[in-house]
């Protein structure tokens, strides 16, 4: 069973004019499986990707997220699966610059309601997979980019989720921390978690098991 299934996804924004973005997009991702997304600047990666992320809601079309069938639940509901289900990693890191490491990670898991109990422990071990335990007690915004994407990778595994979804997750950093970033994704899908990872880097679609084009609005294989 796919753990993320989307079937004639469409999305038009209803501006004026309305934008019409997604024409009917299907896609299946398994448990363990890497999936690059690739398309030009304005195709509508993000757009799709804010829908996987029950961020966006689609005009129309079936959204299967982990065995919810997504339009059928309610707002609260939304909030409860992201959080549960989902990890989120984007090309300009979005950790909070003032607070430390260990704080960022500790804001995720009171988000997820995570009991005070535990928290300590999963930090660390968080902090060992991306190896920043060194920098646990540091200003966020004294990291080094690679450094930051490495924590904001941290965070959105902090909570186990099954799903990582990536929006240009390399597009800031030089080849040796793109490539820290995809080994730490590998070792992910190693433990079943699937990775949806959106590009227009060419690398990345070499990376991944499967890479799709997103084109006139519509996944191509
Ligand atoms: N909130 C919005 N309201 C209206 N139009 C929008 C909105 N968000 C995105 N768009 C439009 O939808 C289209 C797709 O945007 P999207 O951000 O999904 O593209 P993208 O493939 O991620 O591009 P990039 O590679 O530049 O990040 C663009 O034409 C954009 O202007
Ligand atoms: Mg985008």
Redesign the pocket.
Known sequence: MSILRLRDIRKT?N?TPP?P?LHGVDLDVEAGEKVAIL?Y???????LLNIMGLLDVPSSGSYELAGYETETLKPHDHDRLRADVLGFIFQDYHVLGYRTVAENLDLKLSIAKIPHAGREQAIDRALQDVGLTERKHSLSRLLSGGEKQRLAIARAIITRPRVLLADEPTGNLDSVNARIVLDLFDQQAANGVAIVVIT?DERLAQWADRAVHLRDGKIDE
Do not use: L
């Open positions: 924004y501006v934008v973005v398309g600047s304005g195709a509508g990666k993000s757009t227009h």
